[in-house]
């Protein structure tokens, strides 16, 4: 109980630490604020899926990373080969997914990444509008919203909230150990604290 209220209580802390850091006038926050999503070395502080963070391994694994699609095309694994191609796409055999250019080892980034990230100020359409802010779907465009992006389907959406769950323990875990943090949301296992993870969740 000691320990879960400590986490929790760094948990906040580190919240309030990297609004303020993104708050201040520090260049490299100044795109974080303008996108809504990025990391600052200089301040230790980012931001992803609507959600503030402080570790940049977490980031990491969360953003993906564009490079690597290049390299993906020209895999000798077929099923990497076709993941590359796909605007959504995963290799079952060799555990990458590929979702709008971007490669992820993390299954959780993936079915985040799979949404289009929107900004609220340049939609046209009332009733994306109420859906994003309230997190549902519009019943004209049929577009669902999770955090700050936008999905194809409901079952999108739903893989996608349960995904943010998943994210949103990976910051706490991130308050004392950024590798649990990491083996979380990619369903790996520590190698400092020797616990495994499956769909998000500790199994040992």
């Not at 760094?10 to 309030?16: F, G, R, T, Y």
């Not at 490299?28 to 990025?38: E, F, L, R, S, Y």
């Not at 694994?77 to 590929?98: D, I, L, Q, R, Y």
Request: net charge positive.
């Amino acid at each position: 109980m000691r320990r879960t209220m400590m986490l929790a209580v760094c948990a906040a802390a580190m919240a309030a630490w990297t609004s303020a850091a993104q708050a201040s006038d520090c260049k490299g926050c100044a795109p974080i604020k303008a996108t809504g999503q990025g990391f600052c070395d200089h301040c230790g502080s980012g931001k992803i899926y609507g959600i503030n963070l402080a570790s940049r391994k977490l980031y990491d694994e969360l953003a993906g990373d564009a490079k690597a699609i290049d390299e993906l095309k020209e895999s000798s694994c077929p099923g990497c080969k076709s993941a590359a191609t796909a605007k959504a796409g995963a290799c079952k055999h060799c555990k990458v997914f590929v979702a709008n250019g971007r490669v992820f080892r993390s299954p959780t980034a993936y079915v985040l990444a799979r949404g289009d990230k929107v900004d609220l100020s340049a939609m046209k359409c009332e009733g994306c509008k109420t859906a994003a802010k309230a997190q549902s779907t519009c019943k004209h465009c049929k577009t669902s919203f999770v955090a700050d992006h936008a999905y194809s389907t409901v079952g999108f959406q739903a893989a996608a909230k349960k995904a943010l769950e998943t994210v949103k323990a990976a910051v706490k875990d991130a308050a004392h150990c950024e590798d649990c943090a990491v083996a979380r949301v990619s369903d790996g296992k520590c190698g400092k604290c020797k616990i495994a993870f499956e769909h998000g969740k500790p199994v040992s």
